[in-house]
T-cell receptor, first 115, second 115 residues
Framework: DTGVSQDPRHKITKRGQNVTFRCDPISEHNRLYWYRQTLGQGPEFLTY????????KSRLLSDRFSAERPKGSFSTLEIQRTEQGDSAMYLC?????????????FGPGTRLTVL | DQQVKQNSPSLSVQEGRISILNCDYT??????FLWYKKYPAEGPTFLISISSIKDKNEDGRFTVFLNKSAKHLSLHIVPSQPGDSAVYFCAASSAGKTGGFKTIFGAGTRLFVKA
C-alpha cells in the first residue's frame, strides 16, 4: 500500500501527558498537511509543509502543538500537556504540489482520546 | 468564522435519482473549490474540483457547479448509487500569507442513497 499512513491509529492518554503522532506521506509528494477533525465537523487546517519548510500555521495550533518534517519526508505532530479538548481525529494529507488546486491524499487518521 | 458552510447535515435520495449537495462560502479570494468523500474509518478522498474562473466541471456521474455571484457551489451526482452513501465535504483553497496553501472544509453532508 503506497498511500498516506499514520501511526498510531488510536491513542488514549491522560490529561497532562505528551503525545506524538507520525505521518508518512506518499513518497513523491512534497506537500504535507495536518488537520484536526471533531465529531460533526469537517477537517480543520492546522499546518502545512512544503518539503521541510513549515509555511502555514493555523491559530488553532497553540503553543502546545508543534509539527516537524525534518527531512521533507515523514512528519510528526506533538501535543504537549494534553487537555480533554484535544480529543479529536488528527488527519494527515499529502500532495504533489500544483498550486491551490492540487489534490490532497488523506491518511486514515489518528484518533486521540484524552481522559 | 465559518468560511465554508454546508447547511444540510444529511440528504436521502432514491437510487437512480439525482443527488444535489450544496455549499456556500464567504471568502471571494478562494482559488479552487473541491469536493471530498469520506467513508467511515477512512480519511477523505478527493472527488472533483473546480477553479474559481470556471462555472462547471464534469467527471462521469459527478458535476460541480460554481455560482460566484452567489458564493455558492453544488455537487450533482446522477444517477445516484448506493455506493455513493458517504459524507461529502466541500472545501475551498487559497494561497496563504507565507507562500503556502490553505484549505478550508465545510462540516459535511451525509448522503444516504436508498436501493
Amino acid at each position: 500500500d503506497t498511500g498516506v499512513s499514520q501511526d498510531p491509529r488510536h491513542k488514549i492518554t491522560k490529561r497532562g501527558q505528551n503525545v506524538t503522532f507520525r505521518c508518512d506521506p506518499i513518497s513523491e509528494h512534497n506537500r504535507l498537511y495536518w488537520y484536526r477533525q471533531t465529531l460533526g465537523q469537517g477537517p480543520e487546517f492546522l499546518t502545512y509543509f512544503q518539503n521541510e519548510a513549515q509555511l502555514e500555521k493555523s491559530r488553532l495550533l497553540s503553543d502546545r502543538f508543534s509539527a516537524e518534517r525534518p527531512k521533507g519526508s515523514f512528519s510528526t505532530l506533538e501535543i504537549q500537556r494534553t487537555e480533554q479538548g484535544d480529543s479529536a481525529m488528527y488527519l494527515c494529507a499529502s500532495s504533489l504540489g500544483a498550486g491551490a488546486a492540487d489534490t490532497q491524499y488523506f491518511g486514515p487518521g489518528t484518533r486521540l482520546t484524552v481522559l | 468564522d465559518q468560511q465554508v458552510k454546508q447547511n444540510s447535515p444529511s440528504l436521502s435520495v432514491q437510487e437512480g435519482r439525482i443527488s444535489i449537495l450544496n455549499c456556500d462560502y464567504t471568502n471571494s479570494m478562494f482559488d479552487y473549490f473541491l469536493w471530498y468523500k469520506k467513508y467511515p474509518a477512512e480519511g477523505p478522498t478527493f472527488l472533483i474540483s473546480i477553479s474559481s474562473i470556471k462555472d462547471k466541471n464534469e467527471d462521469g456521474r459527478f458535476t460541480v457547479f460554481l455560482n460566484k455571484s452567489a458564493k455558492h457551489l453544488s455537487l450533482h451526482i446522477v444517477p445516484s448509487q448506493p455506493g455513493d452513501s458517504a459524507v461529502y465535504f466541500c472545501a475551498a483553497s487559497s494561497a496563504g500569507k507565507t507562500g503556502g496553501f490553505k484549505t478550508i472544509f465545510g462540516a459535511g453532508t451525509r448522503l444516504f442513497v436508498k436501493a
